[in-house]
C-alpha cells in the first residue's frame, strides 16, 4: 500500500494545490512572505503524512510525524486568517478552505489515535 492511497494525503494534496492555485491571484509583494508561507505550509501536511507512512512501523515516530502533519495543517488555517485579514481571499473562501482543512485535521488524528490500522 501506498502513503498516496491514504484519505488524509489525497486530501492534503488536493488542498495544498487549491491554495497554490489560489496565491497566484496574490500581490507580487507577498512573494516572500504570505505566498511562500501558505505554499510551504500546505505542502508540508503532505510530505509530513508521507514520511509518517513510511515510518509507521515505529509507532512513535509515525504518531510524531503526524503531529507534525497536523501542526502544518493548523498553521496552514492562520496564513489563510491573514489572507482574510489583507482581503485576498473572501469570507465564504476563508470558510471552505477551513472546512477543508479541519476535515484533513480530523483525519491526520483518527491515523494518530489508531496507528495500528496503518500497518
Not at 495544498?16 to 512572505?33: G, R, V
Not at 489563510?80 to 488524528?109: H, M, T, V
Request: hydrophobic share 35%; charged share 30%; glycine share 2%.
Amino acid at each position: 500500500m501506498s502513503f498516496k492511497t491514504l484519505l488524509a494525503y489525497q486530501k492534503g494534496f488536493d488542498l495544498a494545490m487549491e491554495i497554490f492555485h489560489l496565491t497566484k491571484s496574490f500581490p507580487n509583494s507577498e512573494q516572500y512572505a504570505l505566498i511562500s508561507q501558505i505554499v510551504r505550509s500546505s505542502r508540508s501536511v503532505c510530505s509530513n503524512i508521507a514520511e509518517g507512512y513510511r515510518k509507521r512501523q515505529y509507532e512513535k515516530l509515525f504518531k510524531s510525524k503526524l503531529s507534525d502533519a497536523d501542526s502544518e495543517n493548523s498553521e496552514t488555517q492562520l496564513w489563510l486568517d491573514f489572507a482574510l485579514a489583507c482581503d485576498y481571499i473572501s469570507k465564504e473562501k476563508r470558510q471552505e478552505l477551513q472546512y477543508k482543512s479541519e476535515e484533513i485535521g480530523k483525519l491526520i488524528n483518527y491515523m494518530m489515535k489508531n496507528p495500528e490500522k496503518f500497518n
